[in-house]
């Protein structure tokens, strides 16, 4: 999230309105920059004959041929790093334990490799392409539906040629289901940890080293937190200010690491004996590993405004390796010990398989905190693409009303749509299988395709694209069907949440 993701955005990631020193989040940098190109950063190059920049198709520019005019103050590599780390990392990364039990103990830290190496790459690639046609356009930022549509552009395809346009509304379209997609997560993910913590209250003690069952008090089904959440997360959107977002955003992940320390101070002691845990999990269940796990790595979108706005873009490509090598380390190391210590129990949210000890009760209400607000930066995204052409349509006297009133009816579809999937495991996987594998997976490769087709590609190349991309649309097929298929099994509720009852 890919939550990120934050942004995001995981968000993500997808805009962005630009990086003051005292950073938004990705996911609200994202959003204005993937809808613009009158951005004032400027970018040069030396350019070949066939209009590609030195380096080719084989990766990013060269270093010492590829020059760029970062802004004066635009950020350093340490604060692209951390909102790079920010946009990556969110509600996924705690999925990601029971996504693992999906796949098996062995095939699921592989498997969870393998998606970082090609995640990277593909962001990779949509740098390139991006950068490929701020050359040949002379333009000084090419978003990612741009990049798509200027790259159908360069097909030998008449047609698709001609229907380029859809390129880029294909890719909003995509931008804003994930995005919304993320906050259903939100939704869901509040509702189960706050019914916990509430059912636990007259229970809950300080002695964290207790293993003694705890009764839990009857409270509300979870879908009634959702509904008691809706009107403080409807107020929440009203925000539409990015510098008070940001610093929302600030205390969500300042929140957010407390929480991930303590979770994994926890999970690292006392891990019982791994020889019963399978080390390749029934085939059945893989599609919903890899929709967990492309949702946590779907922070694509804030790759190319988070390069557009460094003061020194020529550091960008170390910057996110290292910042992708470090998230996928996270990624890995919480989902094996998070397996591990808790096993075959494992639940959707492993901050739900935390003691009910106030320790523990705090964390999850801390991380709560950070979810609630980062539902603000994500929801920016879809409220800046689809508000501002419909308010446009009506007068300026009613401008303000309308747009309070879109944002409201946009924030009641997602909590309608948590409610009617009320399984934070399923929904993760869900909106991981149907937009996050085409915006990480699917499109970039074949966007490498037609930017270069015609300037002549070597064959490897095109079948290594080919390859990712159909691996991305297997996962998003049968991603797809077997959430789909999982919302239909009959659920049993453990510990407060829902889960499979199989």
């Known amino acids: 999230m890919a939550d990120a993701k934050e942004p995001g955005l995981g968000a993500v990631e997808l805009g962005s309105p630009g990086v003051p020193d005292a950073a938004p989040s990705p996911g609200t940098m994202s959003t204005r920059r993937l809808r613009s190109e009158d951005y004032n950063d400027y970018s040069s190059t030396d350019v070949t004959p066939e209009g590609s920049p030195p380096g080719g198709i084989n990766g990013f520019a060269r270093p010492e041929s590829y020059q760029r005019f970062g802004e004066t103050n635009g950020t350093t590599w340490y604060q692209t790093?951390?909102?790079?780390?920010?946009?990556?990392?969110?509600?996924?990364?705690?999925?990601?334990?029971?996504?693992?039990?999906?796949?098996?103990?062995?095939?699921?830290?592989?498997?969870?490799?393998?998606m970082g190496v090609v995640a990277v790459h593909c962001m990779s690639i949509l740098v390139k392409c991006a950068h490929h046609f701020c050359y040949r356009f002379q333009k000084q930022f090419v978003d990612y539906g741009g990049a798509v549509m200027y790259g159908l552009e360069s097909t030998p395809s008449a047609w698709l040629r001609t229907h380029a346009v859809w390129g880029r509304r294909l890719v909003g379209l995509f931008l804003i289901l994930t995005q919304l997609g993320f906050c259903c997560v939100y939704f869901v993910f509040l509702a189960d940890n706050l019914r916990q913590v509430v059912s636990a209250a007259n229970d809950t003690t300080n002695d964290c080293n207790?293993?003694?069952?705890v009764a839990l008090t009857p409270t509300m089904d979870s879908r009634l937190y959702m509904l008691s959440l809706l009107p403080f997360v409807v107020l929440l959107s009203f925000i539409q200010n990015l510098k008070v977002l940001s610093i929302f955003s600030m205390l969500a992940n300042v929140a957010m690491l407390?929480?991930?320390?303590?979770?994994?101070?926890?999970?690292?002691?006392?891990?019982?004996?791994p020889s019963d845990l399978p080390l390749v999990a029934a085939w059945k269940t893989y599609p919903l590993f890899f929709g967990t796990a492309i949702f946590a790595f779907e922070g694509i979108g804030v790759v190319l405004p988070l390069e557009n706005k460094m003061k020194n873009p020529r550091q960008f490509p170390v910057i996110l390796y290292v910042g992708m090598t470090i998230v996928t380390i996270l990624y890995i190391s919480l989902s094996v010990l998070g397996y591990l210590r808790f096993g075959a129990s494992i639940q959707a949210s492993i901050t739900l398989n935390l003691p009910n000890c106030w320790l523990y009760q705090a964390v999850k209400l801390l991380f709560s905190f950070g979810i609630f607000f980062t539902y603000a930066v994500q929801f920016y995204v879809p409220a800046e693409i689809i508000i501002p052409p419909l308010v446009a349509r009506v007068s300026e006297r009613w401008g303000w009303v309308v747009n309070l009133l879109l944002r409201v009816a946009l924030v009641s579809v997602t909590c309608v749509l948590a409610i009617l999937i009320p399984r934070l495991d399923i929904v993760i996987s869900l909106v991981g299988s149907v937009s996050s594998s085409a915006l990480a997976l699917i499109f970039p490769p074949l966007l490498e395709i037609a930017t270069y087709y015609v300037e002549g590609m070597h064959p490897l190349v095109i079948a290594k694209?080919?390859?990712?991309?159909?691996?991305?649309?297997?996962?998003?097929?049968?991603?797809?069907?077997?959430?789909l298929v999982e919302l239909a099994t009959p659920a049993a509720v453990i510990n407060g949440t829902s889960v499979s009852a199989q």
């Open 81 to 114: 790093l951390i909102h790079l780390l920010k946009g990556n990392i969110g509600t996924g990364l705690l999925g990601l334990p029971l996504a693992l039990k999906n796949a098996g103990i062995l095939l699921g830290p592989l498997s969870l490799l393998v």
């Open 210 to 213: 207790s293993n003694r069952t």
């Open 258 to 273: 407390v929480s991930l320390v303590v979770i994994y101070q926890y999970i690292v002691r006392d891990i019982p004996d």
């Open 465 to 483: 694209d080919v390859a990712i991309s159909l691996i991305g649309f297997v996962g998003f097929v049968v991603g797809t069907y077997e959430a």
